[in-house]
């Protein structure tokens, strides 16, 4: 059983969220919280599996409250923002924030189902066509990467890995990596797996963040 904190000022939105789960066999909402203090609190108490977390709210907003959750190494709560694409401006400081990926409020419902157990699993809920045109979008913004000095890319990090970096920035999933470059799935997993230790991120969002940031792919 997947355990969910919603954190959403707007009780309509945490209202449908849990009706929606509640028809669900392998999730349960187990708290609900209206800022991002509250969220803070509640996950340190009941530490849920994934906290669905809106951006902007009142007091503490969802990117502080997803920094303060994430930066834990005590708690299991991944993040998944739950926002609206087209005027919010802080889902790339979100994700940098340590959220493990975001969806937008007019998807299907079923996507936010499946976005929740995604993250609950420990990956990014991001499909890699959505991944492509969100993360290239707040890249491309005058607060995201596209304007930041380019960093080195690890000396750690082999040609192979980087050549993999590449196609995780681009969106493309391990079975399309394995396909571009000719290697196993297994073997393209394999590289993903060691880029997020010697990168030390949380999670493929963060991966994708990092390609942009290296300049490996560019907006």
């Not at 309509?12 to 789960?21: F, K, N, Q, S, Y």
């Not at 709210?57 to 005590?74: C, F, N, S, V």
């Not at 963040?209 to 907006?219: N, T």
Request: without cysteine.
């Amino acid at each position: 059983m997947i355990r969910v904190l919603l954190v959403d000022d707007q009780p309509l939105i945490r209202t449908g969220l849990r009706v929606l789960i509640a028809d669900a066999p392998d999730l349960e909402v187990v708290g609900e919280a209206g800022d991002g203090a509250e969220a803070v609190e509640l996950v340190a108490r009941l530490r849920p599996d994934v906290a669905v977390m809106d951006i902007r709210m009142p007091g503490t907003d969802g990117i502080e409250a997803t920094r303060r959750i994430t930066t834990d190494p005590d708690l299991p709560t991944h993040v998944l923002v739950l926002t609206t694409f087209d005027d919010d401006d802080y889902v790339y400081g979100a994700l940098r924030a340590g959220a493990s990926g975001f969806l937008v409020k007019d998807l299907a419902l079923e996507t936010i189902l499946d976005g929740i157990r995604v993250v609950a699993a420990g990956d990014a809920l991001l499909a890699p066509g959505i991944t492509r045109r969100l993360i290239g979008e707040f890249a491309a913004r005058p607060q995201g990467a596209a304007d930041r000095p380019r960093r080195p890319v690890a000396e750690a990090v082999t040609e192979r890995e980087r050549e993999v970096l590449t196609l995780v920035g681009r969106g493309l999933s391990n079975a399309e990596i394995a396909g571009e470059l000719t290697i196993s799935v297994a073997t393209a997993k394999a590289h993903v797996a060691r880029l997020f230790t010697k990168l030390d991120a949380r999670d493929r969002v963060h991966l994708v963040i990092q390609a942009y940031e290296f300049g490996l792919v560019v907006p």
